[in-house]
């Protein structure tokens, strides 16, 4: 395909944009750190690379960054040694016993923070030779992480959730105060002016401070507005006792915003699986339409080159016509499966654009040239351990971290509502000071003035707090069967992913034998067609089985990926450094397209004494 001219870089690219997203304590990235990881590129063990997409969708504006910690088993770092056919030499990996990499059961415990592998990179396959300029899973991944519409809506997440909590803080916002009144007309005539500052504490209470002034003539009802010359100061604070002091709306609104933002990477993770997994199985369909297009076309252009025959044949009087009508009509029919075939396969080319994106951002569809020759090599992999793998995958995936975030917002909310139920019980307290020339003949104004006392109130039914109590509750029950059943779910996703690898195994390795035995059969038919022992209408029902074993085959082996990718799905692998290994693996042995490599045949008396034995069977 040129190899596509994005696609090293891409795959450079979105190997920093995974970064935490797999890890269940990633820690937060500076843009002072974010800097010295994009000069360590060069550095092709760092193996801290996954945690720098973090820092590229952490706000700026958050709290310090802590020191990132290293993995114990480093996942694989795409853009160090990035190779120019867009993809990149894979990780360090644990090889199980007969040469296979064990899976996810080398995780020991849910908080480690480990990148198993289920496949196993090629060894001294150069890229150029298992791939050449063929457009890869890895290349289709990177351009994913790098531009794809829906997971860069979800990276908008992280600044939406910290805005938010921006917001939940004003509330303890220092706030100014000022006002102005005059009458200047009637018998009382007076100027009043007052400013000041005020904030609510984070304990629940709130504080306030200012100054005022107050002249002119007042009425005796109103004569607390009037001050002394040089105007009055005044401090007020108040403290809930009882409600509102261990917990309030305020404070669990700050304490759920903080929590939406701690979603925010979880969700971000959960759009990048989901994404990831209809990339991925549009890329195998791609590739087994593009195989199962090369076969019809086979199919079709072996009926072609007989048809020509068969017009020479006729012209000379050595085919009788009805047998180049009978091969017209073959070659009409494969001809209507072949363009069935190219249908199925632009379709698939349209649908795979919208994930493969170029420089800008626009949809790519794939060119026909970048289809890969044939599938990468399947390597039988050992059973999983159920109890450590489900573990580890618990510890990875977002769904649980997910609905634990959601039982711990409901918890607040079921805190203010046990608050509630406490009465109202203030402590308050105002102090003023007036200063200046007296304004009354009483001088009632120039003493220091201090007010203390209590304030309370309760309602008697405390219904809303009572029914907030029993539906919060009632939440978190729900919340407790969601999360076991997400474990449940994820203990079947992995056993049945597991065993559709397992059997998918076998069914390519018997479909591989079934091909091999199905050519060398319609070779030795062939035999028997060329010294006109059978008709062509026998002929085309052998090439039609080889054809339809030959597609089953394609089939095989692309459900055998789609079934490696859904497992590594389920473990909540990153699917960039799943899809480097899968690109890194040599091409397949088995038959196809292409090469469809047949023993040489027996010579034609062997040929001929075997077709007798079989003519003469019971």
């Known amino acids: 395909m040129g190899s596509p001219g994005f696609s090293g870089i891409a795959t450079a690219l979105a190997g920093v944009l995974v970064a935490a997203l797999f890890s269940p304590n990633a820690p937060a990235q500076t843009p002072e750190l974010r800097?010295?990881?994009?000069?360590?590129?060069?550095?092709?063990?760092?193996?801290?690379?996954?945690?720098?997409?973090?820092?590229?969708?952490?706000?700026?504006?958050?709290?310090?960054?802590?020191?990132?910690?290293?993995?114990?088993?480093?996942?694989?770092?795409?853009?160090?040694?990035?190779?120019?056919d867009g993809a990149a030499a894979g990780p360090p990996q644990t090889l199980a016993p007969?040469?296979?990499?064990?899976?996810?059961?080398?995780?020991?415990?849910?908080?480690?923070?480990?990148?198993?592998?289920?496949?196993?990179?090629?060894?001294?396959?150069?890229?150029?030779?298992?791939?050449?300029?063929?457009?890869?899973?890895?290349?289709?991944?990177?351009?994913?992480?790098?531009?794809?519409?829906?997971?860069?809506?979800?990276?908008?997440?992280?600044?939406?959730?910290?805005?938010?909590?921006?917001?939940a803080y004003g509330t303890y916002d220092t706030k100014f105060y000022a006002e102005s009144l005059s009458e200047p007309t009637g018998y009382y005539r007076n100027y009043r002016n007052e400013l000041g500052l005020a904030r609510r504490t984070w304990w629940g209470g709130y504080l306030s401070a200012g100054y005022r002034i107050g002249r002119g003539y007042y009425q005796p009802w109103y004569k607390g507005r009037q001050t002394d010359d040089a105007g009055e100061f005044k401090i007020k604070a108040a403290q809930p006792l009882l409600r509102g002091r261990a917990i309030d709306a305020e404070r669990v609104a700050v304490f759920q915003a903080s929590l939406q933002r701690e979603a925010a990477l979880p969700r971000l993770q959960q759009t990048i699986l989901e994404t990831s997994r209809q990339a991925i199985d549009l890329y195998w369909k791609w590739v087994s339409a593009g195989s199962i297009l090369q076969a019809q076309r086979e199919l079709w252009e072996l009926a072609e080159k007989r048809g020509k025959q068969y017009e020479v044949g006729v012209r000379?009087?050595?085919?009788?016509?009805?047998?180049?009508?009978?091969?017209?009509?073959?070659?009409?029919?494969?001809?209507?499966?072949l363009l069935k075939a190219e249908q199925k396969f632009r379709e698939l080319s349209f649908k795979l654009g919208l994930?493969?994106?170029?420089?800008?951002?626009?949809?790519?569809?794939?060119?026909?040239?970048?289809?890969?020759?044939?599938?990468?090599?399947?390597?039988?992999?050992?059973?999983?351990?159920?109890?450590?793998?489900?573990?580890?995958?618990?510890?990875?995936?977002?769904?649980?971290?997910?609905?634990?975030?959601?039982?711990?917002?409901?918890?607040?909310?079921?805190?203010?509502?046990?608050n509630d139920l406490l009465p109202n019980f203030d402590f308050i307290s105002e102090a003023s000071q007036d200063m200046g020339e007296q304004a009354t003949y009483a001088d009632d104004k120039g003493e220091f003035e201090l007010m203390i006392g209590f304030e309370s109130h309760v309602p008697i039914?405390?219904?809303?707090?009572?029914?907030?109590?029993?539906?919060?509750?009632?939440?978190?029950?729900?919340?407790?069967?969601?999360?076991?059943?997400?474990?449940?779910?994820?203990?079947?996703?992995?056993?049945?992913?597991?065993?559709?690898?397992?059997?998918?195994?076998?069914?390519?390795?018997?479909?591989?034998?079934?091909?091999?035995?199905?050519?060398?059969?319609?070779?030795?038919?062939?035999?028997?067609?060329?010294?006109?022992?059978?008709?062509?209408?026998?002929?085309?029902?052998?090439?039609?089985?080889?054809?339809?074993?030959?597609?089953?085959?394609?089939?095989?082996?692309?459900?055998?990926?789609?079934?490696?990718?859904?497992?590594?799905?389920?473990?909540?692998?990153?699917?960039?450094?799943?899809?480097?290994?899968?690109?890194?693996?040599?091409?397949?042995?088995?038959?196809?397209?292409?090469?469809?490599?047949?023993?040489?045949?027996?010579?034609?008396?062997?040929?001929?004494?075997d077709w007798k034995r079989h003519r003469n069977a019971p």
């Open 316 to 337: 000379a009087g050595k085919f009788a016509e009805i047998d180049l009508i009978l091969n017209q009509q073959l070659i009409a029919e494969r001809r209507a499966l």
């Open 98 to 167: 007969g040469g296979n990499v064990a899976p996810a059961n080398v995780v020991g415990s849910p908080d480690t923070v480990a990148s198993p592998e289920i496949i196993a990179a090629p060894e001294g396959v150069a890229a150029e030779e298992a791939h050449g300029e063929s457009l890869t899973l890895a290349d289709v991944v990177a351009s994913l992480y790098q531009s794809f519409p829906k997971i860069e809506q979800a990276r908008q997440l992280q600044p939406i959730a910290q805005g938010d909590l921006t917001s």
């Open 355 to 418: 994930y493969l994106r170029d420089e800008t951002g626009q949809p790519m569809p794939p060119d026909h040239q970048w289809l890969p020759k044939r599938f990468p090599d399947i390597t039988p992999q050992p059973p999983i351990d159920l109890q450590a793998d489900l573990t580890a995958a618990i510890s990875r995936r977002p769904e649980p971290e997910l609905l634990q975030l959601e039982m711990r917002s409901t918890q607040w909310d079921r805190r203010l509502a046990d």
């Open 461 to 609: 039914q405390r219904r809303k707090a009572r029914g907030k109590i029993q539906s919060t509750s009632a939440k978190l029950n729900q919340i407790d069967q969601k999360l076991r059943l997400t474990y449940d779910k994820i203990a079947v996703e992995l056993q049945t992913q597991s065993n559709r690898l397992q059997l998918a195994t076998q069914i390519a390795r018997e479909l591989d034998i079934a091909l091999e035995a199905a050519l060398e059969t319609l070779q030795r038919y062939r035999f028997a067609f060329d010294s006109g022992k059978i008709d062509l209408i026998y002929l085309n029902l052998l090439e039609t089985k080889v054809n339809e074993t030959e597609i089953k085959l394609i089939e095989a082996q692309r459900e055998w990926f789609s079934a490696l990718a859904e497992l590594q799905l389920a473990l909540a692998l990153d699917p960039l450094d799943q899809a480097m290994l899968i690109s890194d693996l040599p091409e397949s042995q088995m038959l196809g397209p292409g090469h469809l490599e047949v023993p040489p045949p027996p010579d034609a008396e062997q040929l001929e004494a």
């Open 35 to 84: 800097s010295a990881r994009q000069r360590a590129t060069a550095d092709s063990n760092d193996s801290e690379s996954f945690a720098n997409f973090l820092s590229m969708v952490q706000d700026d504006e958050r709290e310090p960054a802590q020191t990132a910690a290293p993995l114990p088993n480093p996942p694989a770092s795409a853009p160090a040694t990035a190779r120019t």
